[in-house]
């Protein structure tokens, strides 16, 4: 059996200066009445500001109507658009009363183009009328724990008593993102859909910001110039919030500079070192002590400001024979509770299993080393 122990203490990393940097550097200025960053990966909020203020958020509610449609209907079912669909006005893919579409293609319009007649057909579809819908909003909000969110309407015009927050809409998203069909949606510019309708994206990071994934935008006299962007980077995924920005194009701007503050505060760093001695390992009738290191390297994406913690688990003492390369033990290194890394331990060495001769001159040894210890101890002097 392996005698094995731990080993515990923090990683300075070789982007120790680039951590102090990142550290100084203040987050971009926003021009809007609430905003968010949050790193996906983790969940940890990098930034905000007024993040949990109640303000109308306009088409971003059509994120609620989607994650409803994706966990009640079926992609393919076939709605008969009813209801008051076609009489609803603003962004519309000018739905016709009796027209029939497929639910993947309502959802299309919804994300893609905004469309709030497809937000009404959908609502009417999935709870049998408008209201019945609405209330389905409201209680998965509960659900959600969106403490600062509350609907009245399916699309998001304008309407008293209709709002949410910055935290909320993110909440709601991550929620979107765990079904593959609304990433997929999100993430397109446009298409074509029954009818022979040609959709358009709001969503102007799509094709301006390396890396954006999705998600909404949305646009009210109320709510100003409102979006929640996801972006992945290296291994990040990156969620920003700006709710009431005075302008599209300083939506996108304070957008854009807040996911590039958030991915500057991650590196690539290497975090386990192939060359690196973690521990030594004793032989058995020997003084040897065998130097142990990592299987091979590691090299992630972690953030800057973070301390590292190293856990090295390893043999006390070998077995032998050992051959080089032999796993003897384990390092794991976590950033907070998640494993950034983890590889395996090895000998550096081979070591024989010792002979007899060896073993005797051992006991020898260590037979007078006791003997004159024991010798010292009886002299008065």
């Known amino acids: 059996m392996l ?27 926003i021009h809007a009445r609430a905003a968010l ?8 909020t990098l930034y905000e500001r007024n993040a949990d203020r109640r303000l109308p958020m306009a088409s971003l509610t059509k994120l609620m109507t ?4 994706i966990e009640d209907a079926k992609r393919n079912d076939v709605v008969r658009v009813a209801g008051p669909a076609p009489s609803v006005g603003e962004s519309t893919i000018n739905l016709s009363a009796g027209e029939r579409l497929p639910v993947r293609d309502l959802l299309a319009a919804a994300l893609i183009q905004s469309a709030n007649d497809a937000a009404y057909a959908l609502a009417t579809y999935v709870g049998g009328s408008v209201p019945r819908f609405v209330r389905m909003m409201n209680d998965r909000a509960r659900e959600l724990g969106l403490e600062h969110t509350h609907y009245v309407v399916p699309d998001g015009l304008d309407t008293p008593g209709h709002y949410s927050s910055a935290r909320d809409v993110y909440t709601l998203a991550r929620e979107d993102m765990k079904h593959a069909l609304f990433r997929r949606i999100v993430q397109r510019t446009g298409g074509t859909i029954a009818g022979g309708r040609t959709l358009f994206t709001w969503n102007d990071l799509l094709k301006t910001y390396p890396g954006t994934i999705g998600i909404k935008t949305g646009h009210t006299d109320l709510a100003g110039w409102s979006e929640i962007a996801a972006a992945e980077r290296h291994g990040v995924e990156m969620y920003a919030v700006i709710l009431g920005g005075p302008t599209r194009a300083r939506r996108n701007r304070d ?53 590292l913690v190293e856990r090295v688990v390893s043999a006390a003492t070998l077995d032998l024979p050992v051959e080089r390369g032999e796993r003897v033990g384990e390092i794991v290194v976590y950033d907070g509770n998640r494993v950034v890394a ?3 331990l090895v000998s550096t060495l081979s070591v024989s299993e010792p002979t007899f001769a060896t073993r005797a001159r051992w006991y020898a040894g260590h037979a007078l080393d006791e003997a004159g210890d024991m010798l010292a101890s009886l002299s008065p002097f």
Do not use: M
Request: hydrophobic share 50%; glycine share 8%.
């Open 3 to 29: 005698r094995r122990f731990v080993l515990l203490g923090a990683l300075l990393t070789a982007l120790a200066a680039a951590q102090v940097a990142a550290a100084a550097e203040l987050p971009p200025r």
């Open 255 to 307: 957008l854009s500079r807040l996911l590039d503050w958030g991915f500057g505060r991650y590196g690539r760093v290497r975090v386990v070192s192939p060359t690196k001695v973690y521990a030594t390992a004793a032989v058995p009738f020997s003084e040897l002590r065998v130097p142990l290191a990592a299987a091979g390297k590691a090299r992630e994406t972690v953030a800057l400001g973070h301390p």
């Open 37 to 44: 960053l949050v790193d996906g990966r983790t969940g940890e």
């Open 342 to 344: 983890r590889r395996s």
């Open 66 to 69: 989607a994650l409803l449609t």
